[in-house]
């Protein structure tokens, strides 16, 4: 358990986070045994960051900045719920020219010519048409000499039954019971109705950076969860392909202690969801552009 009043008695450390530089104060003993390169830089006493008490994070957005807070000092982040980007309106100067446009009036529909019958001919008898009288002699004539008028279509044979079919088989139902079956070495986060799971993603490479461990297990653990949950369609599937392209632009193949534990989470919930994602252009343009998405995936499907 953290020493609290060690904790609130120690110095403060101010961060300035992101692009703007917004100041953040962290207590500095909180960080004693929970991140050896964060600790070293407030308190070594040699570091420029150390003897002013500031150091600058502007690699780093606020909102993850916030979450690590969050598990310094209660051992549990909150999962944030998803926002989506607003598009674009359009100018006011815009809308003034599109209201000033008239709507094009639909243009009349041209009857159709209407085909006359004729009605005075040797031929014609205004039942059958053109050719009824050639037709029913030579009718009479086939019928003399033994011809059947019709002619019997023999019936189709009967179609296999459903069960002579064989059944083909996905890999995708052992992909899920693997997928579901995945254990962490720490308790998820704190959950959210509609859970932002790019953010466990930004939150786990933060942990990686400054090697809080326990952090990254925890991150893993709620994006598991959350993944575990969702349900991909057409209408929120570019949230997977997002966190797919953000996964592995920010990792390697290779992290501390062996392979990247995030990459082989992502890509394995993406090989469970294959058949939603595949006809997305995002997805092509990510396998376009990182060979390394391609053979993982591959190798995750067939294994």
């Known amino acids: 358990m953290a020493d609290y009043k060690k904790i609130v008695r120690s110095s403060q450390f101010t961060f300035r986070v992101g692009k703007d530089k ?9 960080l004693q045994g929970l991140s050896d390169p964060l600790h070293v830089l407030m308190n070594n006493g040699h570091m420029r ?13 606020v909102e993850i900045f916030i979450g690590f807070c969050e598990y310094a000092y209660t051992g549990l982040y909150e999962t944030p719920d998803f926002s989506p980007a607003q598009p674009a309106e359009p100018s006011s100067s815009q809308n003034s020219i599109d209201d000033n446009v008239p709507e094009p009036e639909p243009a009349e529909a041209e009857p159709e010519p209407v085909a006359e019958e004729p ?3 040797e031929f014609w008898d205004g039942w059958d048409g053109w050719g009824s009288l050639t037709r029913r002699k030579k009718l009479r004539e086939a019928s003399k000499k033994g011809i059947p008028d019709r002619i019997v279509i023999p019936e189709s044979e009967p179609e296999p039954h459903p069960s002579a079919v064989p059944n083909i088989v996905y890999p995708y139902d052992s992909l899920w019971e693997r997928f579901r079956s995945l254990k962490f070495r720490s308790e998820p986060a704190s959950p959210s109705s509609d859970p932002d799971v ?10 990686t950076k400054y090697l ?13 969860r959350d993944l575990t949950n969702f349900s991909p369609n057409r209408e ?13 632009t920010h ?3 290779a992290e501390a202690g062996g392979e990247s534990p995030l990459r082989d989470l992502v890509i394995h919930y993406v090989a469970c969801e294959a058949r939603t994602l595949a006809d997305d252009e995002k997805l092509t343009e990510i396998l376009d552009s990182n060979a390394e998405v391609g053979s993982d995936l591959v190798l995750k499907l067939v294994s």
């Open 236 to 248: 929120n599937r570019s949230r997977i392909l997002d966190l797919l392209d953000f996964t592995y």
């Open 198 to 207: 790019l953010f466990h993603a930004k939150l786990y490479v933060f942990a």
């Open 22 to 30: 917004e100041p953040m104060t962290i207590h500095a003993a909180l």
């Open 49 to 61: 960051e150390s003897q002013a008490g500031v150091a600058i994070l502007d690699d780093v957005e």
């Open 119 to 121: 009605t005075n001919h």
């Open 212 to 224: 809080i461990e326990d952090l990254r297990q925890q991150c893993l653990a709620s994006m598991h």
């Open 251 to 253: 990792t390697g193949r």
